[in-house]
């Protein structure tokens, strides 16, 4: 996730780390970070031995429903001294003459120049290939009294030293424990010579739109900084890793707050601050944390094991959109569509096919592919789960429900599988000439042929009929079908033949069907179901 960014109308989505010698974006005043070798400021002496779990934090005053609280003055003090600053450091090797290019030549003070010294120590960095370190900042917060401190892997992602600040102006250096980068979660560890107060994960399902949090991090470096707001929105997807189910928050949350936590008003960390949506960089009220349900489990995992440990199914999906949903005979557009199972992995025993919608994992309702993932990765590895799914036999056929069940494989060591299924090969092909090119729906196709293999550089056994010219404009076009894509069923019956792509098109047409449910592989071998109009 790390250097993630989008831009929609010159909006930005930035992780919140924080370089250091960097101020706010141009027009505004700049903040500079402390220096690298300056404590952050006391904020409170921590207590010598805290027990985390013990009820130390004040109770939230009464909140009115009119105003909000009163004063979190009380809860934030005794949280800030579990809330740390991360700062980091990175070698960077200088470019050296070999690397200058067309670049203009280096600038040097005149010859006897009274300046000279100056300048040469000015204009010396990043010249005759001397490297220089970089620092960055970031937050964190302990949740183990031993020293085990929770932040983001973009945060300390490529550095050389990490160093924990605490808010009583003491350091420590920061050995890690692991990282996640598909969660942007990083686990360290310190070693204090006396117990630090720390903070526990809360239960980030409870929290509902509206309630009240609180952020404490180390907004541009200037230590521990308190604001508060309310969830605005849950289960947000922000397309920065592949199990996005942010929660959004108002609280000011700005560069160098990546990495700190999110409370409830219990003083329960339930999410990690991590990214900002944001025309300049700085806060506008829209934050966003991984909420603690997700993040609880990853946190574990790298403490116990120094990695990950996820559950995996071994297919690959497609959303259920209207049209698909419309082609599949469904009543309800919900559930995660099977557009490809991977051979050798654990759905690779009949247990599910190409076209069933998953509905239910695990006794979870599945509502869109998104889903899915998430819920399967959270899930222990090895573990027997029931699946509940709608199939269709056939095409006329309604949709029935089915139950199976399916024991988790690893994904860490699936990726691996589905690597090689992309190169693998399918169904030899008989290498005769192909049969004259029909033409429907915007498209031409053909008998799959060694010719026509070469042409769209498919793979040598890859079989179905291949499409080889879209009309500009049509129905075909604009679904993004495109030559060279193979078709492999025309409403969930397998075709082999040109012949019957275009008789199974005709029929649909003459039964009164408005659109073909097609079934497609590109060159990788990767499927995806796309609706095309019948014209």
């Known amino acids: 996730m790390a250097g993630y960014s989008t831009r929609r109308s010159a909006v930005v989505l930035a992780m919140l780390l924080s370089a250091a010698g960097c101020g706010v974006a141009a027009g505004q005043g700049v903040i500079q970070p402390p220096p690298g070798n300056q404590p952050v400021a006391p904020q409170k002496p921590a207590a010598d031995t805290i027990n985390p779990t013990a009820p130390g934090v004040p109770p939230m005053p009464p909140v009115s429903r009119s105003k909000g609280p009163d004063s979190v003055a009380d809860l934030a003090e005794g949280l800030l001294d579990a809330v740390v600053n991360i700062s980091t450091a990175q070698k960077v090797e200088g470019s050296g003459p070999e690397d200058e290019g067309d670049a203009a030549p280096p600038l040097k003070a005149p010859e006897g120049s009274p300046l000279q010294d100056f300048f040469n120590d000015l204009l010396k960095d990043g010249q005759g290939g001397e490297s220089r370190k970089v620092e960055s900042l970031g937050s964190g917060f302990v949740i183990d009294p031993s020293g085990v401190i929770v932040t983001n892997n973009h945060v300390i992602t490529d550095a050389d030293e990490i160093t924990a600040n605490f808010a009583d102006g003491s350091k420590l250096e920061a050995k890690l424990i692991g990282v996640d980068t598909k969660t942007d979660i990083a ?31 180390n907004p541009f470096g200037l230590g521990g900084s308190v604001s508060i707001g309310i969830v605005s929105a849950r289960g947000r997807n922000i397309n920065a890793g592949p199990y996005d189910n942010f929660i959004q928050t108002d609280a000011a949350i700005n560069k160098g707050n990546s990495g700190g936590p999110l409370f409830d008003m219990n003083g329960d960390v339930v999410g990690i601050n991590t990214a900002i949506l944001s025309p300049t960089g700085g806060s506008i009220g829209l934050g966003f944390s991984i909420p603690s349900s997700l993040a609880s489990n990853v946190v574990t995992q790298l403490r116990d094991f120094g990695e990950t440990r996820r ?5 690959r999906l497609q959303e259920v959109t209207d049209e698909i949903g419309e082609g599949l005979g469904l009543k309800d557009v919900k559930g995660a569509l099977v557009m490809g199972v991977v051979p050798g992995g654990p759905s690779d025993n009949g247990s599910l096919k190409v076209g069933d919608v998953i509905t239910a994992f695990d006794g979870k309702p599945i509502t869109s592919s998104r889903d899915l993932p998430r819920i399967v990765a959270e899930t222990p590895v090895g573990k027997n789960v029931d699946v509940k799914l709608l199939r269709k036999d056939n095409a006329t056929a309604p949709a029935k429900e089915v139950d199976v069940k399916i024991t988790l494989g690893r994904l860490e060591d699936g990726e691996k599988l589905m690597s090689e299924s992309e190169k693998g090969s399918q169904t030899p092909g008989d290498g005769k000439a192909g049969s004259a090119a029909p033409e429907a729906l915007g498209m031409t196709f053909s008998d799959l042929t060694d010719d026509l293999r070469k042409r769209f550089n498919l793979a040598a056994g890859a079989a179905g009929v291949v499409v080889t010219e879209v009309k500009p404009n049509s129905g075909a076009a604009d679904k993004g079908i495109e ?24 029929k649909l047409k003459t039964d009164g069907r408005k659109n073909a449910l097609l079934l497609l592989a590109s060159a990788n071998g990767e499927l995806r179901f796309v609706v095309v109009p019948i014209e």
Do not use: H, T
């Open 187 to 217: 686990v360290l560890k310190v070693e204090s010579p006396k117990p630090l107060k720390a903070v526990k994960f809360g239960d980030s399902e409870k929290m509902r739109i509206g309630d009240w949090v609180m952020a404490i991090g």
């Open 311 to 315: 559950g995996w199914l071994g297919i």
């Open 483 to 506: 030559p060279g894509l193979v078709i492999k069923e025309v409403a969930q019956e397998s075709v082999s033949k040109a012949k019957d792509v275009a008789d199974k098109l005709a």
